[in-house]
């Protein structure tokens, strides 16, 4: 815990306490994560450290609840959600974050009213839909003979 403290400047003794007891939640629930990982026998390159694990939280955190139940105020600024990939897709193509993607709330299939179809954003799919995920903005097949909704939904 004493490596990625959060340091907080306060004469308030319950701000540092409750600040304490984040720091121990954040450290249990990466140790329980590291857990998980050795249980899935993950490679220990790919599990992430606690610095990164804490950013992922935080980025989590701080993304998801503006996505839920958002009535009024300024529209939601999409480019906050989605992240370019430098991945073997198309340069500047946008995808949403694994955790948005892989988090099953609230993903609902719309149909979209421009004329031509889009490319299926699923990676091992070719097919042109005009279906789009209201959540993670992006194009899928959702046909009796292909269900790339999903296949992108699920790990």
Not at 50 to 62: I, S
Not at 96 to 110: A, S, T
């Amino acid at each position: 815990m004493s490596y990625y403290r959060v340091f907080i400047k306060s004469k308030k003794w319950t701000l540092r306490v409750i600040f304490h007891f984040v720091d121990v939640a954040v450290c249990a629930s990466w140790l329980e994560y590291k857990k998980d990982c050795e249980l899935y026998k993950i490679q220990a390159k790919d599990v992430m450290h606690l610095l990164e694990f804490k950013q992922v939280l935080g980025r989590c955190l701080t993304i998801v609840p503006q996505l839920q139940n958002r009535k009024r105020g300024r529209p939601l600024n999409i480019s906050e959600v989605m992240q370019p990939t430098t991945s073997r897709f198309v340069r500047g193509e946008v995808r949403p974050l694994q955790e948005l993607q892989y988090d099953r709330m609230e993903h609902l299939p719309y149909h979209d009213v421009s004329q031509e179809a889009t490319r299926c954003k699923n990676p091992k799919c070719t097919g042109r839909s005009r279906i789009y995920c209201n959540k993670c903005k992006v194009h899928l097949c959702l046909t009796k003979d292909r269900n790339c909704f999903v296949i992108f939904h699920t790990k």
